[in-house]
């Protein structure tokens, strides 16, 4: 919805609604006995007679007497925005801060001051410091809640504007239908259209009623379209120069035995996603869901590949000194075939924390643990034996512009795989960067990614490497550690279009995997170009 003329009417509201208070003055502050003070008590009595030109002359004259005089300042301030000389208030309000910086009285007074005048940027750290020692005082999470609102920091405005004590029911009104905004942002329509209709009962003849009402309409209409089942179905084309991975050509006799002549296919893949968010509130989202993949070389059949992945998560969302983070955890069942045949499953457990430290920067902390069980391994030995425990833990960091449209990301992950097999047990490193770029025109994605991995056995090879006929001395079975160096680059375009009022998404993508190693069968380099077309639904 247009928000224009909404900013309009609530900047008109919050003008005519907006007043300074003078709260009773904390003892912490009392002075004294002096004549100054005899003054300032004189012109309080006046200002709350609103004799304010009274008023003014006593504070006036007990600052001529002792120009530091904090409580002179204040009341200063009061009398000047009572006479609409909100200039001369900000004046006294800023010396008063400047020699006493913790008084919330005055901090309060001074940023809402600021903030009338929009200058949120000077407001907001006053009002964070009233926050932090007075968090109920009247109408501040009002204040602090737009700000957030603005900084677009909705989960942190939903608290605020939702914990707001308001002195008036303008202020309860604004705090009602700016909570509605951000709620809306934040996805929740039903949760946002009751806050407009709670908005719409305090004062159904306010400014505001019009253009909430309008609101509220097109809220129902997203309530109404809101999904909680979501899928994608995908089909493309791939050709694939290395589907059995086969070493690199190498005089090592294991990787000469390896390599085979076709080792090229062309072929298709079909994928499918289904979801369903079964628990969505403020705090909590639930989420179920399937993928189906199926690829078919068709050259290869024997290493076509089926998958199905089963996933259960849960998440809660709130914020952490004003930043919006989410914590959950993924649960995940994967079931994979290979040539028809069963290959492996896994078990997989992902707990993670997403903070959001501002618009433009994501940081999320993951840890995963991973159960592998591979099929048909009766009649290997012991050392080759591939079924194990995965753990990873590592950060990773979103550099965001343009709400997203761009960003640069950033990560690192230590992972150990407890493999049965000693030949198969490692200690890894994993660096992650990528980057996203949308063109100006047709909103075209252009994206690269980079995954390298280090790993470092822990065990000597019990098999490799072998040495050739001719070179008897030459290292030997158990003597090496195998160490790998993985550089898995993608680059992809892609592009959303409608059609017939569903939405789909064409995409190209090369994919180039580079493993590395000391132990040449395990030497591999293999490139990999996908067309495909998605349907969401």
Known sequence: ?????????????????????????????????????????????????????????????????????????????????????????????????????????????????????????????????????????????????????????????????????????????????????????????????????????????????????????????????????????????????????????????????????????????????????????????????????????????????????????IAYRSALLDMPYFAGLQSTYDFITLGDKKFTQRWIANPYFTLAESPGNLTTLQLRFQVKDFFNDRNVVKEELRDGVNYMLGPLHFFLFEEGRHYLKVGYQYDFDAADGANWEYGGHRFLFGTQYTLPWWDVRLRYDLDFHLRYHTHKHSLLPVPPPDQPNASGPGTTRRRDREAVHLFSIAKDFAYKSQNFTVALEYLFDSNGSNLAAFDYDRHVITSSLAWRF
Not at 228 to 240: A, H, K, Q, S, T
Not at 253 to 280: C, D, F, I, M, P
Request: proline share 5%; hydrophobic share 40%.
């Open 1 to 313: 919805m247009p928000t224009r003329g909404v900013v309009f009417w609530t900047g008109l509201l919050l003008m005519c609604s907006t007043v300074w208070i003078a709260p009773q003055r904390s003892v912490t502050w009392a002075q004294a006995p002096t004549e100054a003070t005899v003054y300032v008590d004189r012109g309080v009595l006046a200002y709350d007679a609103k004799r304010f030109d009274e008023a003014l002359k006593e504070v006036q004259e007990a600052l001529r007497l002792d120009p530091q005089n904090v409580e002179a300042l204040y009341y200063q301030g009061l009398v000047y925005v009572a006479l609409n000389r909100t200039a001369e208030a900000q004046a006294a309000w800023e010396k008063a801060i400047a020699l006493r910086p913790a008084d919330v009285d005055v901090a309060f007074q001074l940023g809402t001051l600021y903030f009338s005048q929009e200058q949120y940027d000077k407001a907001e750290p006053l009002l964070r410091q009233v926050y932090r020692a007075e968090p109920r005082r009247q109408n501040l999470g009002y204040y602090l809640g737009f700000i957030d609102y603005r900084a677009k920091n909705y989960r942190a405005a939903v608290d605020l504007l939702r914990a707001n004590v308001p002195s008036d029911e303008n202020f309860a009104q604004l705090a009602r239908f700016y909570a509605g905004l951000a709620m809306s942002a934040l996805g929740f329509p039903r949760e946002a259209r009751a806050q407009i209709e709670e908005a719409l009962r305090l004062q159904p003849l306010s400014p505001l009623t019009t253009p909430t009402q309008r609101f509220g309409e097109a809220l129902e209409r997203a309530a109404e379209r809101e999904r909680f089942f979501r899928g994608e179905l995908r089909v493309g084309l791939f050709y694939d120069t290395n589907v059995p991975v086969v070493p690199n050509a190498s005089i090592d006799l294991v990787a000469q035995v390896l390599r085979q002549k076709t080792h090229k296919s062309e072929g298709e893949l079909g994928s499918l996603n289904l979801g369903y968010t079964w628990l969505k509130t403020l705090d909590w989202e639930g989420t179920v869901a399937y993928r189906f993949l199926q690829t078919y070389n068709n050259h290869l059949p024997n290493f076509n590949t089926q998958s199905h992945t089963p996933n259960l998560g």
